[in-house]
């Protein structure tokens, strides 16, 4: 069973407010991956870390996503200033050496 | 760009029946496959991962790959209530890429 972490497991926010969710990656899983899953279910890979290193992300042209994985802290993932269409499921997932990916339950973070 | 498509889109099966879930993919570079699993208010939860062209059989689940016809499948024998979920076919180049996902299959299993 995964062992990573996601808090809050649901967050709702106003248009324009800011979104933070955190991670707590498995024990030992050097590589965190965060998506977005919409509500057709569709995933969109945001951003990917290796040992708090960024390794891969999407253009996020709009630069309203931010996210970090400090060592000996969560990681996080922060959208400033939410908009209706950012209401989703954020999953983080990590990986050990291997290949297998682990996720949490995700954070549904709706925007009214 | 990467493209991975599954069909169909939800499937019904009757419980003890025989589930096959297809997914083909656009990239000719591609390496690993996975196949996952969600359930309602969960997070996916890989199921197989298959490599090499061929099947590769795990209890109940086997997996078929064929790179050259750009072609991956599942097939879930004995099906059981319990394996009623989202099913996600998965991509990735290579070890450090990030998973190209299709849109998933509705897997309901009708006692």
């Known amino acids: 069973n995964s062992k990573v972490i996601q808090t809050p497991r649901y967050l709702v926010k106003g248009q324009g407010q800011k979104a933070k969710m955190r991670c707590i990656p498995e024990?030992?899983?050097?590589?965190v991956f965060w998506y977005q899953q919409n509500k057709n279910n569709e995933f969109k890979f945001l951003i990917n870390?290796?040992?708090?290193?960024?390794?891969?992300q999407i253009d996020m042209t709009e630069k309203r996503f931010s996210a970090e994985c400090p060592s000996n802290s969560p990681c996080s993932l922060e959208i400033q200033s939410s908009e209706a269409g950012d209401s989703a499921l954020y999953l983080c997932?990590?990986?050990?050496?291997?290949?297998?990916?682990?996720f949490g339950k995700g954070t549904r973070l709706t925007v009214v | 760009q990467q493209k991975v498509q599954q069909s169909p889109e939800s499937l019904i099966v009757p419980e003890g029946g025989m589930a096959s879930l297809n997914c083909t993919f656009s990239?000719?570079?591609?390496?690993y496959f996975w196949w996952y699993r969600q359930h309602s208010g969960e997070g996916p939860k890989a199921l197989m991962?298959?490599?090499s062209n061929g099947d590769k059989k795990e209890g109940r689940f086997t997996a078929h790959l064929n790179k050259a016809s750009l072609y991956v499948s599942l097939h879930i024998k004995d099906s059981q209530p319990s394996d009623s979920a989202l099913y996600f076919c998965?991509?990735?180049?290579?070890?450090?890429?990030?998973?190209?996902w299709g849109s998933g299959t509705k897997l309901i299993i009708k006692p």
């Open positions: 997932a990590s990986r050990p050496p291997g290949w297998e990916v682990f």
């Open positions: 024990k030992g899983h050097p590589v």
């Open positions: 870390f290796q040992n708090q290193e960024v390794l891969q």
């Open positions: 990239d000719r570079n591609s390496q």
């Open positions: 991962s298959i490599f």
């Open positions: 998965a991509v990735s180049m290579d070890s450090n890429y990030q998973l190209i």
